[in-house]
């Protein structure tokens, strides 16, 4: 039999069970959230939601979904390397990843890198800017982003492919399948992304006037998930979600001279969890085991690697009951012990324990009060009494006033203390108060929301460069951290015509409260812009950031910064309504060519393109 015979026979099959399920689909659309907490008690603190369309709009990976949408500042070691965030002016280990509802940042280096993520494994994911460390603990200082797996309860099968082909031969593929019924709800899930990512840098010769390019900067991301709960009934469920990735880097170069090596690291997460509603009491238990690892090549043609591996066993157990109409009351008790051993810092066991305690108070339909504390158990350091105390009151269908005041705390990793060349087994943990006023207004299809805050945080972690040239972490005494973020949006639709605009701008001044100084890699301005069009079977856009200049020494000379720079994409789509989509697109990303990197010596690429087809039955 031909290919082109193999590939008529499977689609006819697929088609025949196409028509056989559709039969089935009814219109319930009843959807459990992976995070509860997260709408439960976010109603003082600005939350940004990006759903399936804007998360489809954008390149795979997570950096650059996050980065054109959201105010978090991103620093890459060039395209597809190591990427970490800088949220409200603070480090890469205070923004904290929710996944399912639990804190998956590396229990090695305190934070996440957005590299290894891939956007389109999630249903949708939400960034909640602000101090989260009652709920979500150690490391929630700055913001969280929350990754979600929503399973549906209803009757439908449905399968999303998606492959990209780009410049550098930049593949992806990505392949996502939902099959429930008011019993059963199952995803399974398939991501990789991959390039050679050879590309050249602008305006850049080495001294023989020979071309630079970015070398050994190849990298292959692969995800699978499998996701499934089960309703016993209308008040029992039980969940269980599962994810494993595998990351494989070579780390580009700085000079042509550098010994290439490589980063190979990867996770294995499994969640199972219990979710019980009886009236007025409800339950919510979690198990979860956690699993990552790296190993690193200091030259890749030799096959010898230094290693780290974690692993962390974390329960939680969530017990609401619901005192009045208007008054919840949720307990929360949870237990995470890690083993990590490696190379880089030795083997060693670390057990937190901690209890918390949340209120949330409807007193009318137009105002709503929430409150929580925490308390932190560690055989390594006193945890103080964190707290998060805000309120919500609609003055009216224009105006909505937002609250907030917490006090949060984060705890020194093991490559904090341990680490082989730099680890400093004397530091002490941070903590910080903050306080932020939101101001939000609705007017027909306009959402515009206005937040200011105030941090001040003592004994930040920073890992600083020593007189020896060697990195090291220290505390710095105090850091005052200040600001002011924006969200707008706005849709539209003119007969067949729809219109829609998103923007976000962020000033943060963020310095140390000695010296005066900027911190380095905080940028005081961020913007971001995107408008969309789609009339029919066809849409397009276009967006843009901006990104201010940086300081990247302490002193801030100003010779020693990043420029300021601005990147725009565009990009169109048809969908030929084959299937329930059969979307064909194509785009331009860095439009206008311009020269930028985000940490020195990191070029990142030209006008480059993209083409996507995505199919949906």
Known sequence: MTLKKRFAFCLLLLCQIISAQNDSITKLKEVVVSDANLKKYSNSQSVLKLNDSVINKNEALLTDLLNFNSTIYFKEYGRGMLSTVSFRGTTASQTAVIWNGININSQMNGSTDFNTISGSDYNSISIKAGGGSVLYGSGAVGGTVHLNNDLAFYNRFETNLKLDYGSFNTIGINFKTNISNKKWSAQIGFSKNSSTNDYKYINKHNWKGEQRWNQNGQYDVITMSANVGYKFDAKNSLKLYSQTSNTDRNTSLVSETETKTRYVNGFNRNLLEYDGDYGKFTTNLKAAYIFENYQYYPDNAVNFFTYGKTES?????????????????????????????????????????????????????????????????????????????????????????????????????????????????????????????????????????????????????????????????????????????????????????????????????????????????????????????????????????????????????????????????????????????????????????????????????????????????
Do not use: C
Request: without cysteine; hydrophobic residues 30%; aromatic residues 18%.
């Open 313 to 617: 066993f974390i329960t939680k157990a969530d017990l609401g009951y619901k005192i009045s109409k208007s008054t919840q009351i949720n307990g929360v008790l949870d237990y995470n012990r890690t083993k990590g051993y490696g190379t880089g810092f030795g083997d060693h066991v670390r057990e937190i324990s901690s209890a918390a305690l949340l209120v949330k108070q409807d007193i009318s339909t137009d105002w709503k009060n929430e409150f929580g504390i925490r308390k932190e158990f560690t055989d390594n350091y006193q945890s103080p009494l964190l707290f998060s105390l805000g309120s919500s009151y609609q003055f009216s269908k224009l105006y909505n006033l937002k609250l907030n005041l917490s006090r949060n705390f984060r705890i020194p990793t093991f490559n904090d203390l341990y680490w082989e060349q730099g680890g400093n087994p004397n530091l002490k943990p941070e903590s910080s108060y903050q306080a932020e006023i939101g101001n939000v207004f609705t007017f027909k299809n306009i959402s515009l929301t206005q937040t200011f805050y105030y941090m001040k945080i003592k004994d930040l972690l920073q890992w600083i460069p020593g007189s020896n040239g060697i990195w090291s972490p220290q505390n710095t005494d105090k850091v005052n951290s200040y600001g002011a973020e924006t969200l707008l949006s706005w849709k539209k639709q003119f007969g067949k015509n729809i219109f829609a605009a998103n923007a976000t701008y962020a000033y943060t001044a963020s310095k140390n409260d000695e010296t005066k100084k900027q911190l380095f890699y905080t940028p005081l301005n961020k913007v971001t812009g995107s408008v969309s069009y789609s009339r029919n079977r066809i849409s397009a856009y276009y967006q843009f950031m901006f990104n201010g200049f940086v300081y990247t020494t302490e002193n801030n000379d100003p010779k020693d910064i990043i420029n300021d720079y601005n990147v725009s994409n565009i990009g169109i789509d048809y969908d030929f309504k084959f299937l329930d989509t059969f979307k064909l697109g194509f785009q331009v990303l860095n439009l206008f060519n311009k020269e930028y990197e985000s940490l020195e010596y990191r070029p990142q690429p030209g006008r480059n393109f993209n083409m996507y087809l995505t199919l949906k039955f």
